[in-house]
């Protein structure tokens, strides 16, 4: 589990410190789960190994002082970000008021045709981001979405929009159900090139 903390230099009022849900049951299964239709369900949720993931990324950000005059939790609606935020809270001392559920801009990266399938599957996909921001995976008829790098970097820039309006002077604790909403958002506030 990464945790990313930066002070940006375009708001340097705003602290975000980046967190990714621990391991949900689906993970543990080996299999791609990223249809929203079953983002709250319970099998989305966090295993038992992603507790204990959880609760050691909320004793670093205790450490950080991520949440020392308080702070704003922002997960994912999904069933593992939202069980991450709660721990986060508790480890932290913050109030659950202080968890705004995020609905769609931090969703996990739909992955198309290769939901379902095992998540070795998964780096097809990121040699095809390699080629082209534009690269999307092939459509699945289930209704997963099926989205380039260059659509999340869309999402998560409406999100930061949304919080650099809102929270002037904040900490903000980013909880994401994946690693791709994370390190996309990252290498495009750094600058670095998004195929990376």
Same mark, same amino acid.
């Given at each position: 589990?990464?945790?990313?903390?930066s002070l940006y230099e375009f708001c340097? /009022?705003?602290?975000?410190?980046?967190? !990714?849900?621990?391991?949900?049951?689906?993970?543990?299964?080996?299999?791609?789960?990223?249809?929203? #239709?079953?983002? *709250?369900?319970?099998? =989305?949720?966090?295993?038992?190994?992603?507790?204990?993931?959880?609760?050691?990324?909320? #004793?670093?950000?205790?450490?950080?002082?991520?949440?020392?005059?308080?702070?704003?939790?922002?997960?994912?609606?999904?069933? !593992?970000?939202?069980?991450? +935020?709660?721990?986060?809270?508790?480890?932290?001392?913050?109030?659950?008021? !202080?968890?705004?559920?995020?609905y769609s801009f931090l969703d996990a990266?739909?992955?198309?045709?290769?939901?379902?399938? *095992?998540?070795?599957? #998964?780096? $097809?996909?990121?040699?095809?981001?390699? &080629?082209?921001?534009?690269?999307?995976? @092939?459509?699945? *008829? =289930?209704?997963? @979405?099926?989205?380039?790098?260059?659509?999340?970097?869309?999402?998560v820039t409406q999100l930061m929009s949304? /919080?650099?309006?809102?929270?002037?002077? $904040?900490?903000? #604790?980013? &909880?994401?159900?994946?690693?791709?909403?994370?390190?996309?958002?990252? +290498?495009?506030?750094?600058? /670095?090139?998004?195929? !990376?």
């Amino acid at each position: 589990m990464k945790i990313s903390s930066s002070l940006y230099e375009f708001c340097p /009022l705003i602290r975000y410190f980046l967190v !990714r849900a621990g391991e949900s049951e689906y993970e543990t299964s080996g299999i791609i789960n990223t249809n929203p #239709v079953s983002k *709250t369900s319970l099998e =989305n949720g966090l295993s038992e190994a992603g507790k204990k993931q959880v609760v050691q990324a909320a #004793v670093k950000l205790k450490n950080l002082g991520a949440c020392k005059d308080s702070c704003w939790i922002w997960p994912s609606i999904t069933q !593992r970000s939202y069980q991450a +935020a709660e721990l986060i809270a508790y480890v932290n001392d913050i109030s659950r008021s !202080r968890i705004v559920p995020e609905y769609s801009f931090l969703d996990a990266r739909g992955l198309g045709a290769y939901e379902g399938k *095992t998540l070795d599957a #998964v780096n $097809e996909v990121y040699e095809t981001d390699v &080629v082209s921001l534009q690269s999307r995976p @092939p459509p699945n *008829t =289930n209704g997963t @979405p099926n989205e380039s790098v260059a659509d999340v970097f869309v999402r998560v820039t409406q999100l930061m929009s949304i /919080l650099e309006t809102q929270y002037a002077g $904040e900490s903000i #604790v980013i &909880v994401s159900p994946d690693s791709d909403n994370l390190s996309v958002l990252q +290498a495009g506030l750094y600058g /670095l090139d998004l195929r !990376r």
